[in-house]
């Protein structure tokens, strides 16, 4: 009942609002671009007295002009300036600006400004973005682009559509929240996840590692991943296709049109296709005969993927009461084959599984609702399903043999189950600007989880006929001081209620309270420090507590987590002989985590349980260094390391104190890096025409599969060292791209969790067309 009285509440407030704003004010945005419809990011846009700087993608937007009559003045390095009278009407007004290049240009004219990634960087929070613009010419999907980044992991379970571990800064799995534009996906289903989302759909891919922004609203315990698609142009179409190893299909289509009166259609579109058919090193023996073969090379033969997706938004733009209003509708289908369990001593041949997303959204956006106000709100609800099938009454082999049970227990647990996973979501966010340096932000965060589900082969099982419910609440609140380009700070608070039930017995409810601070300083322009503390709380999420129905059991038992993460970092920016820039990015990591939440494999080791640990401690670091020299050569490195403390002094099962206290962590990498190269040839074969050339190396060091210190066979997984390799060949300045790419190039054996094996060698073509018209 609080939760509906809250909303109601804040539907009140934003009504009050909106009847508030109805003022006679002036608007006015635009894009200021070159000859070529390229925008010009750090252009400076006048109109009278007012001042504005266009974004990464060319835009302006000047909120609230007091006058009628206007005289627009736009200048950037290395163009002709422009100026010009407009008459401007009530509401939004649009001029988008042309700059042709001055007559005098030097050569290499280096223009001064700050991409949106860059921009990102410089938060007080420990944070990385990627500019996935950089990108979108490669098969990467963005748990790809992820795992270049410095303290980042991401360990897969196979190939395509696979299940996946992000490991970050020692924090792994639901330690971990992922947001589209804000916006949570906890609730986006099976067909929407970071390892089989398109790199083309983000713009830029944000990192917070350890201390969370409040705006995300998330009970994140160790980090968060924020993927911003943007609106970075208003008519445009960006459609790829690639083909490669192991029958490897993907296809994106990006599009958007808007109105010059604000009325705007976007859509993303995507599909994933592959057999995952490679070669895997296992120890295998024939069902039927018992022999037995040790290390033999197999090629799976039970893995397909494939999944569908189609995001599609209609609504309106930079209009008086909404800089953003859209409704659309999220759908996605997917089909997977469950080759093995937890570990590859398991192995199935026929088990598989499907799920569907149908999900309404609702966006809404307004800076300067009333003067220093901003406010965002989201809704959407998921009503699709997902069936586990499992009716093929035979064990087999790696070889592809099957030997039938006798039994109807099917290859685990017979069962045609199909149930829906519905999940609601609203968020409300509102900042203040008290003054310049002053705001003030309040941001809440609803969630609801409904599992509810039938099996035709066990209609009597009382176990599906309970109702599994969840219920959360995350309200936070915060201040933020800033003096721009010197020095920022945050402090906030988070409140945190969840309530779940399973059945009509089983009921819990938990209450946590969180805070923090983030703050940096510049000592040069060039030279910026970091540092944040925050005392965090996360909330088991339904799939611990349910389980997922394929490889993980649930854990009704599961207490919350929390953690005390604090951050200490730096940013430095120089160049030598100014064709020479060097980027460097160090952090320093503490964490003390209590009734920390990890995964271990059940009784019989043929699935994962999520558990709680009394106690984890994680200190460490990462540093990235990128370097470039003109505008030809690119390179850069990072290394991470982390030492992950199991800090449990007593166990059930052993009289005195743990043989495993104040071990390492098992099944977690603790040192491991990236390395790049980049050259860039302009102009080759025509004008407008570039060459780009590249490689990228990953190094993981090995690592222990069980605990250090319990004796026996430890298992170690080996160092792993990977080499990709990429031709990308682009044509009138962008519009056509062809692109080879060659990952795993020695063939490397790839492990990920408890040793399970990824792809070996594989070699991709992506073809890409672009065309943008503002």
């Known amino acids: ?86 008459t401007l009407t009530r509401g939004a007004n649009t001029l988008n600006i042309m700059l042709r290049p001055q007559t005098n240009e030097l050569a290499t004219v280096e223009v001064m400004g700050l991409t949106k990634a860059q921009e990102v960087n410089r938060q007080a929070y420990n944070v990385t973005a990627i500019d996935a613009t950089k990108l ?25 559509g696979s299940n996946f571990n992000l490991s970050l800064n020692g924090f792994t799995g639901n330690h971990i929240r992922y947001f589209i534009d804000g916006i949570p996906m906890d609730n986006f289903g099976s067909s929407f996840q970071i390892n089989n989302i398109p790199i ?89 005969t018992g022999a037995y073969a040790p290390g033999t090379k197999i090629r799976r033969f039970h893995d397909t993927y494939h999944n569908e997706a189609l995001i599609t938004n209609v609504g309106v733009v930079d209009k008086s009461f909404a800089d953003q209003l859209l409704v659309g509708i999220t759908l996605g289908k997917n089909y997977k084959e469950i080759q093995t369990g937890a570990r590859m001593v398991s192995v199935f041949g026929g088990w598989h599984r499907r799920g569907t997303t149908i999900m309404p959204t609702l966006k809404y956006k307004k800076e300067n609702l009333i003067k220093g106000l901003d406010v965002i709100v989201n809704a959407n609800y998921n009503l699709g399903s997902e069936q586990n099938i499992d009716t093929v009454n035979a064990r087999f082999d790696w070889f592809g043999n099957s030997k039938p049970t006798g039994t109807n227990s099917g290859e685990r647990s017979r069962s ?54 969840t219920y959360k609440n995350v309200l936070g609140f915060g201040y933020n001081y800033d003096i721009e380009d010197l020095w920022s700070t945050t402090v906030f608070l988070k409140h945190i209620h969840q309530n779940n039930r399973d059945g009509a017995d089983a009921h819990n409810a938990m209450d946590k309270l969180g805070y923090g601070i983030a703050s940096a300083y510049y000592l040069t322009p060039r030279f910026q420090l970091k540092a944040s503390y925050e005392l965090t709380n996360r909330m088991p999420t339904a799939y611990e507590i349910f389980g997922d129905v394929e490889n993980q059991e649930g854990n009704f038992q599961l207490n919350p987590e929390r953690s005390n993460n604090a951050n200490i970092g730096m940013n430095y920016d120089f160049s030598l002989r100014h064709s020479h820039h060097f980027s460097l990015h160090t952090n320093l990591i503490y964490r003390r985590a209590y009734d920390y939440i990890y995964y271990r494999l059940n009784n019989n080791q043929s699935k994962t349980v999520a558990d709680n640990r009394d106690g984890v401690e994680t200190f460490g670091g990462d540093a990235e260094l990128r370097y470039s020299f003109k505008n030809w050569l690119m390179a850069g490195a990072t290394l991470t390391y982390q030492h992950i403390m199991n800090t449990q002094k007593y166990e059930e099962g052993y009289s005195g104190i743990s043989p495993v206290y104040r071990d390492q962590m098992p099944n977690i990498p603790y040192l491991f890096g990236n390395a790049d190269v980049a050259v860039v040839l302009q102009n080759v074969g025509r004008q407008g025409n570039t060459l780009n050339i ?64 990824k792809p070996s060698r594989g070699f991709y073509l992506n073809l890409r067309y672009f065309i943008n018209k503002k």
């Open 694 to 757: 590249g490689y990228n190396l990953l190094f993981v060091h090995d690592f222990y599969l069980y605990w250090p210190s319990r004796g026996g066979d430890k298992l170690d997984i080996p160092q792993q060292i990977s080499h990709d390799f990429n031709v990308v060949y682009s044509v009138q300045d962008g519009r056509y791209n062809i692109a080879l790419e060659a990952k795993n190039f020695t063939d490397t054996r790839m492990y990920d969790n408890f040793s399970l094996q």
């Open 416 to 469: 045609l189950y199909k149930y829906r996973n519905n999940e609601g979501l609203s968020t409300a966010s509102f900042n203040y600007r008290i003054a310049d340096r002053h705001s003030l932000s309040l941001n809440n965060n609803f969630s609801t989880f409904r599992r509810e589900g039938s099996d035709e082969l066990n209609p009597t099982n009382a176990q599906y006929e309970r109702q599994k419910r």
């Open 200 to 288: 083309n759909t983000a713009e830029r891919i944000e990192v917070y590692k350890g201390v969370v922004p409040m705006w995300l609203g998330s009970d994140a315990l160790g980090g968060a991943i924020n993927i911003v698609t943007g609106d970075r142009y208003r008519n445009f179409v960006d459609a790829s296709y690639s083909y490669g190893s192991f029958n490897t299909h993907r296809t994106v289509i990006n599009t958007a049109y808007t109105s010059e009166g604000g009325f705007t259609v976007r859509l993303n579109a995507y599909q994933n296709y592959s057999d995952n058919n490679y070669k895997v090193m296992v120890d295998a023996a024939d069902i039927n």
């Open 1 to 86: 009942m609080q939760y509906i009285k809250f909303y109601v509440t804040v539907l009140s407030f934003c009504g009050a609002l909106c009847c508030h704003a109805q003022v006679d004010h002036f608007e006015l945005s635009g894009f200021v671009t070159d000859a070529g419809h390229q925008p010009l990011h750090g252009a400076t846009v006048k109109i009278n007295s007012l001042t504005a700087i266009a974004d990464a993608d060319g835009r302006y937007h000047f909120p609230d002009i007091r006058q009628r009559q206007v005289q627009v003045a736009v200048t950037a390095v290395g163009f002709e300036s422009y100026t010009g009278k407009r």
């Open 136 to 160: 979108y010419n490669s098969t990467m999907d963005i748990s790809g682009a992820l795992d270049r980044v410095a303290g980042i992991r991401v360990r897969e379970s196979g190939g395509v």
